[in-house]
């Protein structure tokens, strides 16, 4: 085989595994990205179970026993 053809081969697999590695390691950051945005989004929800009565009242709410 030709040398060219062969280092052509080489860097085509190259750059495939770096287009791979690429996709997995941005996959990971949306997945995270997300998993962040749900639990602030639960978080914030579940701090409204826990305000008392006046502050219900105050941000438009009725009042729970």
Known sequence: MDSTLIAAVISGLGAALA???GAVLRAR???RTA???I???LTR???DHRAS???RV???GS???
Request: no cysteine; glycine share 12%.
């Open 29 to 31: 950051t949306n997945t």
């Open 45 to 47: 929800n579940r701090g």
């Open 35 to 37: 998993a962040r945005r």
């Open 53 to 55: 009565a006046k502050q």
């Open 39 to 41: 639990y602030a989004e």
């Open 58 to 60: 105050v941000r438009g």
């Open 19 to 21: 287009t791979a590695g």
């Open 63 to 65: 009042p729970r026993v």
